[in-house]
């Protein structure tokens, strides 16, 4: 009777095994589990007897799947079928070509269909999905000798897919001095938005087209509408960094309140994003836009910001923003400097 026990036992633990993955390491030993997904980094083998494992890329020898795997090579190519594995060398066993070696070194990711499957929603994502971004609010009162209130919002997102990205930011300063008889009583009023959709041409060249909006209450600014196109390089573009320089044409349409001009102008720039030790994340971005009429008349833009991050979804945010124009409504001052700080709430969807 315990031999019968022992060889039940035996066979249901050797159905077990024929019926999951198995990873085989460059030392020799063999894990058990569901292959989920793996790129040149790292292989997600999930188990059950201690969940989902990351193991490094560089320590797999071999791998035996019982279920069929979406293998990408480095040529752009994907097939699809169960996978076995021999001296680095890998088999899949296709149902419409039959069996493809492919040696590891050719091998860009291996993905579970469920895992494919989100692979290829996350190169075509709908136009509500795949957004990241964050809104700023900072907000400061006075009473006693001084009657003061001041308001700062700001939001950024951004929605980024293989070749394409759509970014969206506004940001506004609301300030006013209450105290009796106060000269002028608002003291700022500014809001700035707009939207720019970039499209890779190249790896390395993408086009772009953009749209701003400003308006600046005591600056006699009732509206600047800038549409605007051109084409860009980037020049790094890592995962800790990305510097892009862009060049293009504008239309600048300004209604200040004495006055109304139209204009096109040239365009020349550069964005610059770093990531500080995984927590900070700095942004610069410079503008010049010479009237193309006379280059004597132009507008240029600063901007400069930093989010530090306290958790997941909060943060610290600072932001600096300079834009300065050469012929501003008589009695107005050329420049218009804009400094926010205040609590950041990300998100994602």
Not at 7 to 16: K, P, Q
């Amino acid at each position: 009777m315990r031999i019968l026990q022992a060889c039940f036992l035996l066979g249901v633990l050797t159905s077990i095994s024929a019926f999951a993955d198995q990873v085989t390491l460059t030392n020799g030993d063999r894990l058990t589990g569901t292959i989920v997904k793996s790129d040149e980094k790292s292989l997600t083998l999930k188990t059950d007897y201690a969940g989902e494992l990351a193991i490094d890329w560089k320590s797999v020898q071999g791998v035996t799947s019982s279920q069929p795997l979406h293998v990408q090579l480095k040529s752009g190519e994907t097939v699809v079928g169960p996978v076995t594995s021999k001296d680095d060398n890998f088999e899949i066993a296709t149902q419409s070509k039959g069996s493809i070696e492919a040696p590891k070194n050719t091998i860009s990711a291996i993905r579970s269909d469920s895992e494919q499957t989100a692979h290829e929603k996350s190169l075509n994502p709908g136009l509500l999905e795949g957004w990241a971004g964050g809104s700023n609010i900072g907000f400061a009162l006075t009473r006693g000798n001084s009657q003061t209130k001041n308001l700062a919002l700001a939001f950024t997102a951004a929605r980024t897919t293989l070749h394409d990205k759509l970014g969206l930011y506004a940001n506004t300063v609301y300030s006013t001095n209450d105290a009796p008889f106060a000269t002028p009583s608002t003291t700022a009023n500014t809001v700035q938005g707009g939207l720019r959709y970039d499209h890779d041409l190249t790896p390395r060249i993408f086009a772009y087209g953009t749209v701003d909006f400003q308006t600046d209450s005591l600056q006699g600014l009732d509206l600047r509408t800038v549409p605007g196109a051109g084409l860009g390089v980037h020049l790094i573009k890592t995962d800790e960094t990305t510097f892009d320089l862009l060049a293009g044409i504008n239309y600048t349409r300004e209604k200040y309140t004495t006055f109304t001009r139209n204009f096109a102008a040239a365009s020349f720039g550069d964005e610059f994003l770093h990531k500080l030790h995984g927590k900070t994340i700095l942004t610069q971005k410079f503008f010049f836009y010479p009237d193309l009429n006379d280059i004597s008349e132009y507008r240029a833009t600063f901007d400069f910001g930093t989010v530090t991050k306290i958790n997941k979804w909060f943060g610290w945010q600072n932001s600096f923003g300079d834009i300065f124009v050469t012929n501003p409504p008589p009695t107005k001052k050329q420049n218009d400097i804009v400094f926010t700080t205040g609590l950041n709430v990300s998100f994602t969807h």
